[in-house]
């Protein structure tokens, strides 16, 4: 069975990249277009795995992180947020509203791959 | 693929752009709303994130300063005040020029690169120091790269005692993965300690008792290793011991290799024998389960209720507007099939009206629905083409204040009716001409700021572009507030240039539109805006290739107003089928004023070869179609025909005479480009009912080339006609 990735970002350029290298490497990938989308589609999708931007209109990373981890049953999910602020508080802000990782924009297929191996263990 | 998702790129940095640009205007126009700031600041980033995907550093690097300056404004640290803005919109100019460069190729004007970036480096704070941002691949402390680096395979072997702390469970974290990853660097071996674990009685569920002694044996770097544990950082205890430097000599590393390999129960400092050693080359191990709680079990991939399969198309349905992205080419296949669709039903008709049928009510009832479909379905069509001319107008807006900083005038530029929607090709091929009207405006038509103060004008000049639909049309419009067209100047020029004679007498209007006039220049000097040896007459070429008209009027001190009146469609149009010597024509309606059968009591001879409508007191001059286009010599006794009253941009009326009306219908629009040449006369062709091949006039053309209704741009010859 495969992983299942849900990635919420507002770039479709990041949408797409994302899609590319998730599915070539065997994911399953489902995207969202804004916080608020993935959060409300969260629970149809069941991912393995959230990808989230930050930087997002109607809710942003943050909001998403709090409001899946708000849930109990959602509490266990892992969750890595995609952010070009390589500023540690950033990370920290992240990590504190209970992201699991986080990738590095620009990221490449082997750094974004390897930040799914460490939160979902699997390769694909 | 990556080719592809580079072209979403430059697609979506458009539109980023454009919000850049639109939240930026809102921001210059006082609208300082936090959503508006965060929309360019997402925009700006979006672009960066996007950019730095396909290592295109410089605009990186320029877009993160952007991006970093209006931090400081989102975060309320900066104000911003006139001059910010005005940065920040030529910086968002200079990110357009950067896009383009990086999909197109080309320079970038560096000079003007540094000096934005100087610019901007002014308002960062100081603590904002690192803003080199690292190329692709670089960009995350996990170095990956490094990974790939083909090195002397030394082995390393390192002693990893890893204690979670309760708050890493929250964040989703799981041991059993990070164990994962490391084993794929090389054998591991993991001993649980479970010493800590208390009775189940005074288990806390929430509490992490447990820790592990992991031994690594791998050729990896010790940063690669290290990087496994970088999402629990500060949420475990973590020690990381390396048996020796990476430049120990291999007899040391294969003793201690020996000595870890061999004995790692031995070398294991768990107190307590209750140990679970695994043995690392037998996969899968168990999940070394963390403190059970109940909802931490289905984690375990595969545990999870699947979702229906329709979801991810589901997913794309969702969202405020969902848009279909088509390639324009199926679009314009598709418009051709309507054309041809009502191309048929034309013929269907003629033929039905040629069947020998006493009856045919019913038939042309519904054939009248299918001409009503028929126009439903291409209004459709024609509207996924139509674009509104936002994007056009705010390219504009960049044209204004580059025309205004290298003219050293300061303007403005004031938009309406940006949400109108014009043919797609219609804004490709409009963006020439307008940049050219707008340059020329700011150029010539605005003063400069001090001559304004002493005409008592507001120093900042005023350029209103608007776009409307008006009666089938599309009008758009340029109108400054500058001094107005010098009229005594404009006609001496012309007659310097011998583009009229010396003593020709003119209309305001009339030495208006000379500036049309191919070879016309008012520049001073050349200048390196407008002056570039191309006239207005380009613009009104272009124009008129979109079958569009161009008028201007002035009033002298008050300013100038260009007018440009374009079809909505460049595929269909409404004509009226004339006949023409013996052949079928189609005048398109919109030029077309009035109609009216001629007798001979409305026709005044004036002249040798001038003829006048009458029409309820005021006169016309009468263009013979069939004379204009060479398909008659022109005779005394021509019928009295049928007139069709056509006003030219200019507002002059003139009449065309034709032999006879037939219908008013809709016609598709066939180019004659490559079939033959321009004909003075004839804008293009189409196909009628009978499957003849009709010719679509230009009145303004015809007009042009007949004798006796030849306007302002004959003006030789009218003026020897007048003297």
Known sequence: MKTKVLAIDDSRTIRNLLAATLEEAGFEYVSAVDGREGVDMYED????????????????????????????????VPILVLTTESAPEMKARARNAGATGWITKPFDDASLIFALKRVTGAAA | MAGSIQDTFFEECEELLEATDEGLSAIEGGNHDPEVVNAVFRAVHSIKGGAGAFGLNELVAFAHRFETVFDEVRANRMEL?????????????????????????GETDQAHHDMLIEALDKYIPEEEEDLTFEPMGLGGPIDIAAIDIPQAPTEETYQIHFRPL???????????????ALQEMGPLEIVLDDSELPGFDSLDPEESYLSWNLTLTTSEPRS??????????????????????????????????????????????????????????????????????????????????????????????????????VDLERVDR???????????????????????????????????????????????VMSIRAQPVKPLFQRMARIVREASSATSKTCKLVTEGENTEVDKTVIERLADPLTHILRNAVDHGIESPENRESANKNRIGEIRLSASHRSGSVCIEVKDDGAGVNRPRVKQIAIDKGLIPENAELTDSEIDNLLFLPGFSTAKEVSNLSGRGVGMDVVKNAVTGLGGRINISSTPGKGSTFTIILPLTLAVMDGMVVSVADQTMVVPITSIVETMRGNDDMINNLGADGTLLSIRGSFVPICDVAGAL??????????PGVYLLVETETGQRSALAVDDIHDQR??????????????????????LGDGKIAMILDPESILATSPTTAGAFDTERRMSNAS
């Open chain 2, 166 to 180: 309760k708050d890493m469970y929250s964040t989703g974290n799981e041991p059993f993965f990070l164990f994962q």
């Open chain 2, 630 to 639: 060479g398909l008659r010599k022109e005779d005394n006794d021509r019928p």
């Open chain 2, 224 to 325: 690669t290793v290290e990087a496994v544990f970088e999402f629990v950082e500060g949420l475990c205890e973590l020690s990381i011991e390396g048996a020796g430097d990476a430049d120990a000599d291999a007899a040391a590393l294969a003793a201690l290799d020996a000595v870890f390999g061999s004995a790692p129960v031995d070398l294991t400092p768990v107190a307590e024998p209750t140990t679970m050693v695994e043995e690392t080359t037998t996969p899968p191990f168990e999940q070394p389960a963390p403190v059970p709680t109940p909802e931490a079990q289905p984690e375990a991939s595969g545990a999870k209720p699947s979702a229906p399969k329709a979801e991810s198309t589901k997913s794309e349905q969702r969202g405020p507007n969902p848009t279909l992205r």
């Open chain 2, 666 to 687: 809709q016609v598709v629009i066939k180019s004659l480009d490559g079939v033959c040449g321009e004909i003075a006369g004839v804008a293009a062709a189409t196909i």
């Open chain 2, 334 to 380: 598709l418009i051709n099939a309507v054309g041809e669709l009502i191309i048929n039903h034309s013929m269907l008709a003629q033929q039905i009206a040629n069947l020998d049928v006493a009856d045919v009510r019913d038939v042309e009832t519904e054939l009248e629905g299918f001409k009503n479909l028929a126009r439903d379905i291409q209004e459709g």
């Open chain 1, 45 to 76: 999708v069941a991912p393995d795995v959230v990808i989230t931007d930050i930087n997002m209109p109607n809710l942003d990373g943050f909001g998403v992180i709090e409001e899946l981890r708000g849930t109990d049953i959602n509490s266990k």
């Open chain 2, 81 to 105: 005040d006139e001059p910010l803005i005005q940065l920040l919109l030529r910086s968002c100019d200079h990110l357009y020029n950067l896009v383009a460069v990086a999909r197109d190729g």
